[in-house]
């Protein structure tokens, strides 16, 4: 994750700067050069190679040389680009002999890379939406913010917000990306060529090799010795004898030769077990296929087997009995649907912006929208009060009266699902549903100019004030009774 912001933060914010909006995408584009680094660092930990991001970075710019190109234009959308990257980087085919050797990799019958890319985008998405729900958590449930227009707008900041929030989740994602597919690659040359055997074996001779060196050399240098003093011995004690000798026993004849003689015999075996192994079946690729038959040709004769092993009589009673078994359940099955929906009518009518009937509505509960009056206080002459506390400025006592007064006429008319537990909002998302017209209006702005007053302690202007007592005159012009 060190080689991955060191070297991409200061890409995005450059394209970033560039232009706002097709920089995250430029940035986007070059996601497997970047890559790129990630994987010279696995491929060395693998190895037990202890590849710092610094020493990553320095060798990145080499990285990049071989296929750049390809790598950011027709290869770029290749679902298993991941996958393919090991062989690109780490064995260094090209052309014709890396689709051979793609093709040897991905012939199996559990090839997922292309799904393990999929899930690694789904988590960027996930992350992204989950930075910006947890904005919605620190904003006030008072004050309203539309998401979907947020997106649309030209602002820079939100488009700017966006891109840190997808940078963020390159820079999460992309380590468990490069790790992941360099797995399956692993895991694949390990099923096709057994490369952890072969490396286990490797690691064993280097181990084994460094502390034996000196003795075998030591070795070899006594017995050069002792070679020398044995043949100036037979020098001088014994005759001349010709330079191969041959002495025939009872069981076989033993020749003497020279050394040229031995590293041809060597020879000889290698070229044989070149030979052996260009011959089948070592010199061959092998692909097996196992068919089966998925059909009902074997099910219909089981069938018609275990039918014909019963009698007629005990057929028909099995017969009728399931047919009253399946009428049974069907009935079951229609009596929890239908009171499924008995249960589900109240949310049914919601649904079709139908109001519930006045004896289904619960009981209006003022003791939401106002602390300073409740339903035992009111005036008996509203209106007045009204100017009274107009001129007073008494603006939040004022609004207050004013949204009782309104909910009590319009619960005379049409029955208000309101609970104590909703908010302003959810309070005027009912009044719309229940009422229309003027009223609908002025009620929308009462809430609003409440929801600033009492949330965000916008103190509203006099005019807006004066402009909401006529509103409610007019639509609401008679004494309230109290109740």
């Given amino acids: 994750m060190g080689f991955w912001l060191a070297v991409t933060l200061p890409i995005f914010v450059i394209a970033c700067s560039i232009d706002i909006v097709w920089g995250v995408v430029a940035f986007w584009w070059l996601k497997p050069l970047y890559e790129r680094g990630l994987l010279h660092i696995l491929s060395r930990r693998v190895f037990a190679e202890n590849v710092t991001a610094k020493d990553a970075i320095k060798a990145w710019p080499g990285l990049l040389k071989k ?30 002999e890396r689709s051979k050797r793609l093709s040897i990799l991905h012939r199996t019958t559990d090839d997922n890379t292309a799904w393990w890319t999929i899930v690694c985008m789904v988590w960027e998405l996930i992350i992204i939406l989950g930075l910006v729900a947890l904005i919605s958590f620190v904003i006030p449930s008072g004050v309203e913010f539309d998401y979907w227009q947020a997106i649309n707008s030209d602002s820079w900041g939100v488009e700017l ?122 010199n061959g690729q092998k692909t097996e296929t196992d068919y089966r038959w998925v059909g009902w040709g074997d099910e219909e004769k089981e069938k018609e087997q275990s039918s014909d092993s019963l009698p007629d009589w005990l057929s028909s009673a099995i017969i009728f009995v399931a047919n009253i078994a399946e009428g049974l359940m069907w009935l079951v ?11 589900s009518r109240d949310h049914i009518k919601a649904l079709f912006n139908r109001p519930a009937s006045p004896q289904d509505a619960q009981e209006l509960d003022l003791t939401v929208f106002s602390q300073s009056y409740d339903g035992d206080s009111l005036p008996d002459d509203v209106p007045s009060e009204l100017d009274r506390l107009l001129e007073a400025k008494a603006y939040r006592k004022l609004m207050s009266l004013m949204l009782i007064t309104s909910l009590l006429e ?9 609970t104590k537990s909703m908010t302003e909002r959810e309070c005027l998302e009912v009044i719309k ?5 003027d009223r609908r209006e002025f009620m929308q702005q009462l809430i609003d100019t409440w929801i600033h007053l009492a949330w965000a302690h916008t103190w509203p202007q006099k005019s807006t004030m004066q402009m909401l007592c006529e509103k409610w005159k007019t639509l609401f012009n008679q004494t309230v009774p109290v109740t």
Avoid: H
């Avoid at 549903?433 to 017209?437: D, R, V």
């Fill in 67 to 96: 296929q750049w190109f390809a790598s950011i234009t027709w290869r770029r959308i290749s679902p298993t680009r991941g996958f393919d990257l090991a062989i690109q980087q780490l064995e260094g085919l090209e052309g014709a």
């Fill in 161 to 282: 917000t966006y891109n840190l929030f997808t940078f963020l989740a390159y820079l999460l994602v992309a380590p468990f990306y490069i790790a992941g597919s360099f797995a399956a690659y692993l895991n694949r040359r390990i099923m096709l060529e057994g490369w952890d055997i072969e490396i286990g074996f490797k690691r064993a001779v280097s181990r084994v090799s460094k502390p034996l060196t000196g003795a075998v050399t030591s070795c070899i240098l006594i017995m050069c010795c002792f070679a020398l003093v044995t043949e100036s011995w037979a020098d001088e004690n014994l005759p001349e004898t010709p330079p191969a000798q041959t002495i025939e026993t009872d069981s076989a004849i033993f020749v003497d030769t020279d050394p040229a003689g031995q590293k041809n015999i060597e020879f000889e075996s290698e070229a044989q077990i070149k030979a052996i192994l260009d011959v089948p079946p070592f």
């Fill in 333 to 343: 099955f229609g009596s929890l649907l239908l009171l499924l929906l008995y249960l």
């Fill in 410 to 418: 319009i619960s005379k008319e049409q029955a208000l699902p309101l």
């Fill in 433 to 437: 549903k229940s009422i229309e017209g």
